[in-house]
């Protein structure tokens, strides 16, 4: 009897050590196979500037190599690759968007890539309602309007009293045809026709037909103002251009993130400043033209459809992108990219601008908040 129990003892230890060894040691990703890389991350979503991080796992094998020197965290954004230091296996975000990580991991001379991604998204949490709002600013104008300085010196002083505020855009109508106007486009035509422009100067805020102004400089001012406190900015644009000086193109990039579900539209103009030419109504014999529209890049008077007409996610960045070649005659070093995000508040009939942001050709422009 007393030799069946101890069998019966011993039995039970063995079959207790078995599952001790199989419960521990390589249970920490059992399903990895040996040589292979594998991520993964304890959460996928984040709130930007917030208290939560993620924290990653890489398993090379049955190896937990997350904090080891030699593994690298590789993070996308925005187009953009970078690898972090080695050992680095947390990620808190500053900016909305959507992140994507991948491990590499250096065992001796060889460099070995994880087998999978994982993708963050960071929403736009305490920044919400709070990007920057810069108005957009239509002028319609032509050399042949005696009262158009006056509308452009009034701009001017409203742009110098409220710096940054406001992307300013002037589109050249033929008006007197004794006056031909060199920077005349035909997209010019197409938005005065749809703003029901019969008279110059006239001015326009945010593509709102209602908000219609003269060369008053209180008028415009007020307009503004008004605009601000009653509209805050449910959205953020950001904006990144190149430019080829031997083929005079230009590309540009807008990237967009919403607080809202929103479906938007972008509207991208290239202006040009500093162009010397006649002016009727000016003192001087030479005027300076500033804002001048160059190209509208989108064939429609509220641009193109944005994340392919599909409403955007909370927080999370959606981009698109436009190209076009300069004219001859154009100053690259005098040019600017304005682009708009444009939403509708009836159905998808008319769209107004929601925000605006611009940069120097070939420059970069960043998402804006309020201080």
């Known amino acids: 009897m007393k030799t069946v129990l101890r069998y019966l003892l011993a039995a039970a230890a063995f079959t207790a050590a078995v599952c001790s060894a199989a419960c521990s040691g390589s249970d920490d990703d059992p399903g990895v196979p040996a040589g292979t890389l594998h991520i993964s991350a304890d959460r996928t979503a984040i709130t930007a500037g917030g208290p939560e991080a993620v924290t990653f796992?890489?398993?090379?094998?049955?190896?937990?190599?997350?904090?080891?020197?030699?593994?690298?965290?590789?993070?996308?954004?925005?187009?953009?690759?970078?690898?972090?230091?080695?050992?680095?296996?947390?990620?808190?975000?500053?900016?909305?968007?959507?992140y994507t990580f991948k491990a590499r991991y250096r065992d001796g001379e060889k460099v070995v890539e994880s087998e999978n991604s994982v993708v963050v998204t960071v929403s736009a949490g305490s920044s919400s309602g709070n990007y920057y709002r810069k108005l957009l600013f239509m002028q319609f104008t032509s050399v042949g309007c005696v009262n158009c300085p006056a509308m452009s010196t009034s701009l001017k002083a409203v742009q110098e009293e409220r710096p940054g505020r406001i992307a300013a855009a002037s589109f050249h109508l033929q008006y007197d045809p004794n006056y031909p106007d060199p920077m005349w486009i035909k997209a010019n035509d197409m938005y005065g026709q749809k703003f029901d422009v019969t008279g110059l100067p006239t001015g326009f805020l945010d593509l709102r037909p209602d908000v219609r102004m003269s060369s008053d400089k209180a008028a415009i001012d007020k307009a503004i103002a008004a605009a601000l406190t009653e509209n805050s900015a449910d959205c953020g644009m950001a904006l990144a251009t190149a430019y080829d000086a031997g083929s005079r193109e230009v590309k540009v990039e807008v990237k967009v993130?919403?607080?809202?579900?929103?479906?938007?539209?972008?509207?991208?103009?290239?202006?040009?400043?500093?162009?010397?030419?006649?002016?009727?109504?000016?003192?001087?014999?030479?005027?300076?033209?500033?804002?001048?529209?160059?190209a509208v890049l989108s064939s429609n008077v509220y641009g193109e459809r944005l994340n392919q007409g599909n409403a955007l996610q909370p927080g999370v960045e959606v981009k698109a992108s436009r190209s076009t070649t300069l004219g001859a005659s154009w100053n690259p070093a005098n040019m600017r990219i304005i682009a708009a995000a444009l939403a509708s508040q009836d159905g998808g009939v008319t769209f107004t601008c929601r925000n605006a942001n611009e940069c120097a050709l070939g420059g970069n422009a960043n998402y804006q908040y309020n201080e």
């Open 57 to 98: 796992r890489v398993m090379y094998g049955s190896s937990d190599v997350s904090r080891s020197e030699r593994m690298h965290l590789v993070q996308e954004f925005s187009g953009q690759a970078t690898e972090l230091d080695g050992g680095i296996n947390t990620f808190a975000a500053p900016a909305p968007g959507s």
């Open 257 to 294: 993130t919403s607080d809202a579900a929103e479906t938007y539209r972008y509207l991208i103009l290239l202006v040009e400043d500093g162009i010397s030419y006649f002016q009727l109504g000016a003192d001087e014999a030479t005027y300076t033209h500033n804002n001048v529209v160059r």
